[in-house]
């Protein structure tokens, strides 16, 4: 008689999962095996907290290899950290699975979570499991930032320049069955900015990670702080893949300015910081271009490369219906 394998239970799950997982660091007093995590913050800093989750089907499909899935939703989450200025100290995750999951595809994500955890110097103190419909991932970060020096939306001013680190498109890119690996590999693997949030944190007036596309994003930050923005289409970073890529499809500037994923940092400096800023992004290895300055209220609009006006969407919305 042939015997199936017995799934595993949730205990035997857990073990597996968190056994890839780095589970001590600085200010874990209790980790993961009792109702709750005991932690010590950092003297004289504040928390800064932020949760996401991926979810299969709406953030991830069968093309992401189980560690893609795990590093992405750990990179997420760590983004928000790096907008803030924020270091990362700890992570709690919430897995949902499915029946049917093969143990081999959990070890996977745990493998690049952990992958992720360990490049960012964070431990993974607590979580959940329980069975759903889809599988999916919800992460929980805390970081730490000195008192005061939290970079925040709200408060950028008129005059103040726009940058954006690294290239802009590739994620949104990397979505179509024909992206070159390079532009595949921005989608299912983000680097999360964290040197670089670290480094503006006395210079940047503002800032915010580039989750749902340049211009939605920069909204944000324009309605926080009160003011509008110019922004010129021809300055924008783009890679050699996804310029190449846009042209062949008619669109040069559709996935930089709208298309999402990139976990970029876009800030604002007064100009007499643009030198500053630019040390500091060479300091973290990542290139500031300058793209556009603020303005008074009246949003976000782009200039073409000719000075034309150009009509451009709003960028990714959660809750629109999928096409």
Known sequence: MVRRPRAA???????????????????????????????????????????????????????????????????VNLSDLAAMGARPLWALVALAVPPATPAARLRGIAAG??????????AVVGGNVTRAARL?????????????????????????LVLVSGT????????????????????????PRLALGLGL????????????????DLGHLCRASGVGAT???????????????????????????????????????APSRLAAARRAAGRAGVTLTLVGELTGPGGVRVIGPGGEPLVVGRGHDHLAPRR
């Not at 802009?168 to 680097?191: C, N």
């Not at 300055?235 to 996935?255: H, I, M, N, V």
Request: proline content about 7%.
């Open 231 to 269: 922004l010129r289409a021809a300055d924008l970073p783009r890679s050699r893949a996804s310029r190449a890529l846009a042209a062949a499809l008619g669109d040069p500037w559709g996935a930089a300015l709208t298309g999402g994923e990139d976990y970029e940092l876009c800030v604002t400096v």
């Open 201 to 216: 944190r006395r210079i940047a007036s503002g800032a915010i990670d580039l989750s749902d596309g340049l211009v939605q």
């Open 113 to 122: 979570l952990g992958a992720c955890a360990r490049r960012h110097r964070l």
């Open 168 to 191: 802009l498109g590739d994620a949104a890119l990397g979505l179509r069955p024909d992206a070159p690996a390079a532009l595949t590999r921005r989608q299912r693997r983000p680097t």
């Open 9 to 75: 239970g949730e205990f035997e799950l857990i073990a597996a999962f968190t056994g890839a997982l780095p589970l001590t660091g600085p200010g874990v007093l209790l980790g993961p095996g009792d109702d709750a995590a005991l932690l010590r913050p950092p003297r004289g800093q504040e928390l800064v907290a932020t949760v996401d989750a991926v979810v299969e089907g709406v953030h991830f499909d069968h093309r992401f290899t189980p560690g893609d899935i795990g590093w992405k939703a750990l990179a």
């Open 136 to 160: 999916s991932l919800t992460v929980t970060v805390i970081g730490a930032v000195g008192r005061g020096l939290a970079l925040r939306r709200d408060r950028a001013s008129p005059g103040e």
